[in-house]
């Protein structure tokens, strides 16, 4: 008799999300499951599907499904509808290959408000949800957002409603606010479950070994991590560092997009020490000597409301971070145990950000002991952790 068969669908392999299909494919092989993963042709050069096509990775397909023709028509010009016909067109294609026994979807945000009109893209088959953008409910937990009351008030209803939906097993979420939410809101406590955001878990033991792989010269460096767009606030961090009379040497590493890559060029003349640029994508090896090398880790984001995995990573290597004092970052570092919290990104804000991290050795973030609550959950966020937590969603 044949394993199992997990489907795991997703698009787009941009930022953290291929992360989730990897983690998620090892996590299901782990339970006895073949994996299948359909994603778009435009990802056939990414380093994750150059291996499962390799063969690098056993009891595992990889499947690439373009977007269906007219999926984008009539309703689907709105965007939960069109990639809700994405998943079921999906699905079908995939199904024709190997029947799946359940449906894993690492970013269930891009249709989780169509389910309550258009049901299960998946049909009577059992499926598994992430969610990492819902934010609706931020405004009633204590969380730093923007006040959308009608916006808000319309997704709380989609969302009641989502949570009905035929064959999902467990909606996930990488925010520990939503299940503490909808359990007091609705009684529900097992309709959601948290998932701790996780991150690579091998990190160098020495930091002169990390900065001699790097290049990384002597003195401070400050990291900013990932793909790199103007939602990183990195206009603002260059700013600053450009006034700072003992700026540190700043680390740009991940995909930048075009407007952030012609604004760094010029903006680098006006930086010492140098700025260092790795521009490209960051193999497992150079993160884990990205975060051992660098003094402390930038999170002063603009418009990022939900969870960052940067952050998880900088807290395992105990490295302090400058943090928005917005969203899920602010609300885990409302204590400040984890470095400075900046309650705007003006060069004044982030230059007293800089000194009172200090101007000789820069401290690391308090121990979990001694952490507040919410900076303590970070030490669940472990890959371990997270991969027992996808598996209990599906039993």
């Known amino acids: 008799m044949p394993d199992p068969t997990a489907l795991i669908i997703e698009h787009d392999f941009t930022g953290h999300r291929w992360r989730y299909v990897e983690w998620a494919m090892q996590a299901y092989r782990e339970a006895g499951y073949h994996c299948m993963v359909a994603t778009d042709p435009a990802n056939r050069e990414h380093p994750l599907a150059r291996r499962l096509l390799a063969g690098q990775q056993p009891h595992t397909t990889l499947l690439f499904v373009p977007a269906p023709a007219g999926a984008g028509a009539g309703a689907g010009r709105v ?3 069109r990639f809700w016909r994405m998943f079921r067109h999906a699905f079908r294609i995939a199904g024709a290959e190997r029947p ?3 449906v894993v979807v690492p970013y269930v945000d891009y249709f989780l408000y169509a389910l309550p009109l258009l049901g299960s893209p998946f049909g009577a088959v059992p499926w598994v949800g992430i969610t990492m953008r819902a934010s609706f409910h931020h405004s009633k937990v204590g969380v730093k957002a923007p006040r959308q009351p009608l916006v808000n008030a319309v997704k709380t209803w989609l969302f009641r409603r989502a949570l009905d939906t035929g064959g999902m097993k467990t909606l996930l979420s990488i925010d520990p606010t939503l299940p503490q939410w909808v359990a007091s809101a609705s009684g ?12 690579p878990e091998a990190l160098p033991a020495d930091p002169a070994a990390a900065r001699a792989r790097l290049g990384l010269g002597p003195g401070r460096h400050l990291l900013v991590y990932g793909a790199i767009s103007e939602r990183k606030g990195i206009r603002e961090l260059v700013a600053a560092l450009a006034a700072h009379p003992r700026a540190p040497a700043l680390v740009v590493a991940g995909q930048q997009d075009a407007d952030v890559r012609a604004f760094l060029r010029e903006a680098s003349r006006a930086l010492s020490p140098p700025m260092v640029m790795l521009d490209r994508f960051i193999s497992d090896e150079d993160e884990a000597a990205l975060f051992c090398a660098c003094d402390a880790v930038w999170l002063g984001y603009k418009g990022h409301y939900g969870m960052s995995g940067v952050l998880v990573q900088a807290y395992r290597a105990g490295k302090p971070v400058i943090a928005t004092a917005d969203g ?8 400040r145990e984890l470095g400075p919290v900046l309650d705007d990104l003006s ?14 050795a820069w401290p690391a973030p308090a121990a979990p002991a001694a952490a507040a609550p919410r900076a303590h959950l970070l030490a669940r966020n472990t890959l371990s952790e997270f991969k027992q937590t996808l598996r209990r969603a599906a039993a």
């Open 79 to 81: 965007a939960y509808v």
């Open 100 to 102: 799946a026994s359940l």
């Open 188 to 199: 529900r406590a097992q309709a959601v479950a948290y998932l701790a955001d996780p991150c």
């Open 328 to 335: 899920l970052i602010g609300w885990f570092c409302r204590g």
């Open 347 to 360: 060069p004044a804000a982030i230059g007293r950000a800089l000194d009172q991290l200090g101007q000789s």
